[in-house]
């Protein structure tokens, strides 16, 4: 079985090369997230002024900043609050937008147009303005902008599980588990979710990318995480003020971090769908 | 015989797929004259679309013709280039395909799409096209063809929408028109509509025409002469009434036996004994003298927006009796079938199974009844009634650790070994996914699932319609042989006429949601009391070449 999964998994990435690259990127990404305090040559938030503002050189090799900080383990370390961030609140929208969705798609009806209209009120703000005000009312934590990003990511899961479902709910095999003896509830969380992870799974992944752009934006403009916590958006922040003078490793080398991040969490979503789904195995 | 219109010589097609190639078409020879109506009948992938396409030059990117060669009119069209198959394709040979709704562009009228039929090969002006278009929809024969012009395919019926395809393959007047199962999906009585407005449309113009079939009985209805294929050859070709009375081929000779007709029985069906022969003795009558197993009383099903689906139906089946329920699409048959399953709730109306009043219980709350174990349902697709995520075992023991309680790992893998052999699935099969075993399989795997809590009704909802009549004739046999051997009643839904009288002793005809009639099912056969039970008899495609239209 664990031999079929690989040679599967193994053809689709043979004929998906970007994939193959991007999941690549992904793992990496998540291995130095998670090594990042190990792998670091500096101490990330230890100051050692006389060291401020060098271009990158064989010691620093993303240069150093304002108060002399490696920029390098900076990068490093931020990716691992970033992630964890973006992670949080992927998984924290996929399950409670799945549910909410996998419902409204199944039962329909009075609940189905209610919870719609909620989803449209929802998207007819600003994401990233309500996203702000949300961190602001909730109070200035970094758990406050997981539960904010999770909140303007709802509608896409509840919308999107609510149409797969829904076009699954009257085939056969969902009556036939209903005479098997199953539950409204159980054919919902047992049979129909699982048939839509597939093609969810390609929404997460964009999502990942887009979560992380999401909070490294919260703590651009100052919100959520605060200095000297390393992480991608503040160091953008930080940085912005020295690029006039032409110091542009500071903003460069997190930008470019968070870009690679957004990139290879974008190129997974697709090749992720066909390794998933059972059908495209022969 | 004059010059053939179209002659296919020795064609051989093949497909690049994952496990490397796979031989489609392995030297298929046909030739169809002007006039003639050619038949091309086979089980699915035995390659009747497969040459409709290579011949059309429709085939898609990973098929390849790698030998034979395709002639229309004296030209070679063999694999030619799109600047010489793109004025043919509409103007001198068209197609028209097996589902007419997907066929359609659902966000134009009807009307315009025979406008742009004839204007892709014509100079016309749009009212000009138009009035083509109209004088076209007149020719099919459909009512009020002013409005329909305006008409979108969601608004039609799928036999309406089937004979606006043939308008539009018939537009520009070709000299070929290929009908790919043209009739697949539709009732039978519009299917008799469909195929006689097509066949009387080609005849007054003279065009040849060939009829893609896996129904024998149209075959042998409608053409001329019929091809019959088997993997990729044609293994015979003969003219109607010798194929049916004297098939060469071994092949032909299994196809033939197959497929119901008026005199088959169950056991006829099956020529080569793959399976032990069903004891013909009675179905065991369990507790005789004691009431009905089902009785339903009055039912009524409301559906929101004022349709009723179901209209004061009342029935009964007996232990170990079979009911066949036979009606049109839309006649409410499969309603009934989930109401009795207790899928669905009913507007009003009792169902009564075995002296417990189940329509008093919601279907939300039905499977916790000590009852759902003796009610279950095989599916009309065998396809869509498998979950794509579990193999084939998960399938089946699902009603075991629901209803049943079982959870050892060692004794539901016995079970279900045991319910695949009472079946007849290689238990080899138990863990593979729905999409790796064939429709016949996956038939089996759904009539496992439906049998391994041992119910004592079982619900068939057209349990063979989408399937060939090779696999047809195997399923019945094999239920057949589970009613003798466990004394199951069955509920049997179907549009084929043929199939439930063979299978059922009664029989009940629905039109629009209400019975229309009840009886015997030979002699309802025999001698139709009401109108409409005539018309569906009669509708019926059957092999006796002298009844040709």
Sequence with gaps: ?282 | MNVPLLSVDDLAVEFATRNGRVQALRGVSLAVSPGETLGVVGESGSGKSVTAFATMGLLERAGRITAGRIVFRGENITAAPRSVMQPLRGAAMSMIFQNPRAALNPIRSVGLQIADALRAHRPLSLSAATAAALELLKAVRIRDPEKRLHAYPHELSGGMCQRVMISIALACEPALLIADEPTTGLDVTTQKTVMDIVTKLTRERDMAMILITHDLGLAAQYCDRIAVMEQGQVVETADPSRLFSQPQHGYTRRLVAASPRRGSTVASLVVDATMPAAKMAPPPMRKPGAGPLLDIRNLVKLFPGGVTAVNDVSFRIGAGESLGLVGESGSGKSTISRLVCRLMNQTSGEIIFDGEDIGAIPERDFHRCALRRDIQIVFQDPSDSLNPRFTAFDSIVDPLRRLLGESGATALRARARDIATRVGLPIDLLDRFPHQLSGGQKARVGIARAIAVDPRLLILDEPTAALDVSVQAVVLHLLDRLRRESGLAFLFVSHDLNVVRMMCERLVVLQNGAIVEHGVSQAIFDEPQTDYARELLAAIPHFDPEARA
Aim: hydrophobic share 55%; charged share 15%.
């Design chain 1, 1 to 282: 079985m664990i031999a079929a999964n690989l040679r599967h998994i193994g053809y689709v990435l043979r004929g998906n090369r970007l994939t193959a690259l991007a999941g690549i990127c992904a793992s990496l990404l998540v291995i130095t997230a998670l090594a990042a305090p190990w792998l670091v040559p500096f101490d990330p938030t230890a100051s050692n002024v006389p060291r401020a503002l060098q271009p990158p050189n064989a010691t620093y090799w993303f240069g150093t900043d304002q108060l002399g900080r490696d920029i390098f383990s900076r990068v490093l370390v931020a990716a691992r609050l970033d992630l964890m961030i973006a992670a949080s609140a992927v998984s924290l929208s996929f399950v409670v937008g799945a549910m909410i969705g996998g419902a409204c798609g199944y039962v329909g009806g009075r609940l189905d147009r209610w919870v719609g209209r909620f989803v449209d009120v929802l998207m007819a703000f600003p994401l990233f303005v309500l996203a702000m005000a949300l961190v602001a009312a909730l109070g200035n934590k970094v758990e406050n902008i997981v539960y904010a990003t999770a909140i303007i990511n709802l509608p896409f899961y509840i919308r999107f599980a609510r149409a797969e479902v829904n076009v699954r709910r009257n085939l056969g095999w969902v009556e036939a588990a209903r005479a098997s003896g199953n539950s409204h509830t159980r054919v919902v969380l047992r049979f129909l979710l699982p048939n839509v992870l597939p093609a969810m799974a390609v929404q997460i992944s964009l999502n990942l990318g887009w979560a992380i752009l999401n909070a490294a934006g919260l703590s651009f403009i100052g919100l959520g995480v605060r200095p000297p916590t390393p992480e991608w958006g503040i160091m953008v922040a930080e940085g912005a003020r020295f690029i006039t003078t032409g110091k542009w490793w500071l903003v460069a080398f997190p930008g470019l971090a968070l870009m690679s991040a957004v990139l290879c969490f974008n190129l997974l979503g697709d090749g992720l769908r066909d390794i998933l789904d059972p059908r495209t195995r022969t």
